[in-house]
């Protein structure tokens, strides 16, 4: 550790934190027409580009929220960091649903890639709450549940690409549906230059959210916020910043398939900041040294998702307030799950 960054003062932790905060927006933004053109250049698609490149990009500043808290011994700032990106990123879809006024975001980007990858999540999410109720076994201190996580994400991402190549099932076209159709500029793009700007902008984000671990850990010792209260509303939000403007600059550039695919696939990524995190952690199994309050964060995401999922299945052309009904629920769940936080003991 930097000696300056652990001796920061509140005013200066709270300059750093929005600093960061800055820094991920706009390089979030910046990465959406990158990924875009690599999905066109490289014959990726939107559904697998969004998961793969998008996701993990975006997510890598909370990665590292995340495993920098475990490594200092701050597994519930770790776990809440985790566990609330996911449910904040899926809230920050229907904020992307709003921006799409012709039609339901979930109708119009109709793809069976989004409902492979909404399945996965759902399986990557019971895992981390099995291991939260199992016994407390671990072989060097990572609980088996660990490794599953992993093996389960690559599994379903070649389970993903298998049925984007022979797909048993296709959504109904309809006049709102908007084909996933590779850009003629894009095409004359420079691979070269399109994978180094993604690795920069990539850096970038790693960068900051190591900065934000370091002035979210002030900011809870000196407020009195508590871990999960910083992890779960102010890092995982922050860090989640990239999902929203890449999702909502998507839209824009009409690319919606990759708006849901980079949500939907950045959360299936981000359930591997929980087995980083134990892996990092040296007290032990990760997922029993967190309280309920964060646990619950688990369910609510299971929740979120499920409904995502029958809003997929479902596609509801205009619900109320012209979005659907899957993100009038989303942003239910999550309201209640910041209010029972808050409230808390």
Known sequence: MIPMLDDLSLGMAFALFGGCALVIGVVGTRLTGIVDDLADRTGLGEAIAGAVLLGMATSLSGMVVSVSAALADRPTLAMSNALGGIAVQTLFLTIA??????????????SLGNLMQAG????LLSLVLVGRFAPEWTLW??????????????????????????????????????PDVPDEQAMRRSATRLWLSFAALAAMLGISGWLLERSAAVIADQTGLGQS????????????????VTSVAAVRRGALTLAVAGIIGGNAFDTLFVAASDIAYRGGSVYHAIPDTVALWVALSMLMTGILLVGMIHRERQGPARIGFESVGIIACYLAGALTLLLAP
């Open 141 to 178: 201190q990572v609980h088996p549940i660990t490794p599953l996580l992993l093996i389960g994400y690559l599994f379903g991402l070649r389970l993903v690409d298998r049925s984007r190549d022979n797909p048993m099932w296709r959504p109904a076209q309809t006049r709102e549906t908007e």
């Open 120 to 123: 996965l999540l759902l399986c």
């Open 229 to 244: 209260v910083v992890g779960a509303l102010m890092t995982a939000v922050v860090t989640s910043l990239p999902e929203l």
């Open 97 to 110: 649903d709003i921006t799409h006024r012709r039609a339901n975001l979930e109708h119009a980007a109709a």
